[in-house]
């Protein structure tokens, strides 16, 4: 069983960064697909990002050349750095751990249905 917990939300204002940190126990995140995802309030849950074993990532359309996805296989722990922030960027930011099966596949499905993901971190941006 898999603990994901992230962290590192906040407020800021537009054009602002934050960095947002998952730590993960119980899996290995060297092994595994890890990314985010994120949810507006009355909107879908929308995948942000995913960091395949083999280093390679993909980013919603919407945050490409704003947002990088980043781990530390040696803390067990993810990062999400998003830079230039909107006010659309605001939602609660989650992480998840894809053990059973290819991250690619949670993205194409979404990019949200992680085997485990945490309770999130709230992200919001004024204009």
């Known amino acids: 069983e898999a603990q994901v917990v992230a962290s590192g939300g906040g407020s800021v204002q537009t054009g602002g960064s934050l960095r947002l940190s998952c730590v993960v126990s119980?899996?290995?995140?060297?092994?595994?697909?890890v990314g985010w995802f994120r949810q507006a309030p009355e909107k879908e849950r929308e995948g942000v990002a995913i960091?395949?074993?083999?280093?390679?990532?993909k980013y919603a359309d919407s945050v490409k050349g704003r947002f990088s996805i980043s781990k530390d296989n040696a803390k067990n722990t993810l990062y999400l750095q998003m830079n230039n922030l909107k006010p659309e960027d605001t939602g609660m930011y989650f992480c998840?751990?894809?053990?059973?099966?290819?991250?690619?596949?949670?993205?194409?499905?979404?990019?949200?249905?992680?085997?485990?993901r945490g309770q999130g971190t709230q992200v919001t941006v004024s204009s």
């Open positions: 960091l395949d074993t083999d280093g390679s990532t």
């Open positions: 998840g751990i894809e053990p059973l099966w290819d991250v690619g596949l949670v993205w194409r499905r979404g990019g949200w249905e992680y085997q485990y």
């Open positions: 119980g899996y290995n995140t060297a092994s595994y697909g």
